[in-house]
Antibody
Framework: EVQLVETGGGLVQPGKSLKLTCATSGFTFSTAWMHWVRQSPEKRLEWIARIKDKSNNYAIDYVESVKGRFIISRDDSKSSIYLQMNSLKEEDTATYHC??????WGQGTLVTVSS | DIVMTQAPLSVSVTPGESASISCRSSKSLLHTNGITYVYWYLQKPGKSPHLLIYRMSNLASGVPDRFSGSGSETDFTLKISRVEAEDVGIYYCGQFLENPFTFGSGTKLEIK
């Protein structure tokens, strides 16, 4: 059974940092291109980052709105991906899902940015 | 960025009837490799999205064949035949041809 479990969400003040983790099982993680997608309270989906596999040099892409603030990474030995979120803004408030490869989604972890 | 425009915003369907959801992209989603990179997802109430259709017309594993996807380079349709109560939720199209990947705003399906 495929499982993706996100952790690390919570309430954080603007300007602060948070790190999300997505632990996976049930599929071949090492060759999977993995993504972070967030869903606003209004239910809009926004893709925010992707990391490719080792054979593609772990290439990374971001949506413009998070470039320079968010960092996606992965640990193939733990079948996990991460999202380091810095300089958080109120508009980053959302449920953050990991996804990969375009088929499997985690249940999400809620990040609320508020003073 | 490629804009994905979905219609309608919501649809109410009698069980047993069919429903169609439209998605239009602002740019062709046909890759030079011949694959059209549009995907359809369903988010049931209280759940995370799950894949229904990949690469425009391919049924994901475990998805009932009442669901089908079709389209051209910029206009796509998700059809649900014989709608059932379990099909309620929000349907999203998404494009994975070009960064940044983008999604439609969603279509909410309700049962009459």
């Amino acid at each position: 059974e495929v499982q993706l479990v996100e952790t690390g969400g919570g309430l954080v003040q603007p300007g602060k940092s948070l790190k999300l983790t997505c632990a996976t099982s049930g599929f071949t993680f090492s060759t999977a291109w993995m993504h972070w997608v967030r869903q606003s309270p209004e239910k809009r989906l926004e893709w925010i980052a992707r990391i490719k596999d080792k054979s593609n040099n772990y290439a990374i892409d971001y949506v413009e709105s998070v470039k320079g603030r968010f960092i996606i990474s992965r640990d193939d030995s733990k079948s996990s991906i991460y999202l380091q979120m810095n300089s958080l803004k109120e508009e980053d408030t959302a449920t953050y899902h990991c996804m990969g490869p375009l088929a499997y989604w985690g249940q999400g972890t809620l990040v609320t940015v508020s003073s | 960025d490629i804009v994905m425009t979905q219609a309608p915003l919501s649809v109410s369907v009698t069980p047993g009837e069919s429903a169609s959801i439209s998605c239009r992209s602002s740019k062709s989603l046909l890759h030079t490799n011949g694959i059209t990179y549009v995907y359809w997802y369903l988010q049931k109430p209280g759940k995370s999205p799950h894949l229904l259709i990949y690469r425009m017309s391919n049924l994901a594993s475990g998805v009932p064949d009442r669901f089908s996807g079709s389209g051209s380079e910029t206009d796509f349709t998700l059809k649900i035949s014989r709608v059932e109560a379990e099909d309620v939720g929000i349907y999203y199209c998404g494009q994975f041809l070009e960064n940044p990947f983008t999604f439609g705003s969603g279509t909410k399906l309700e049962i009459k």
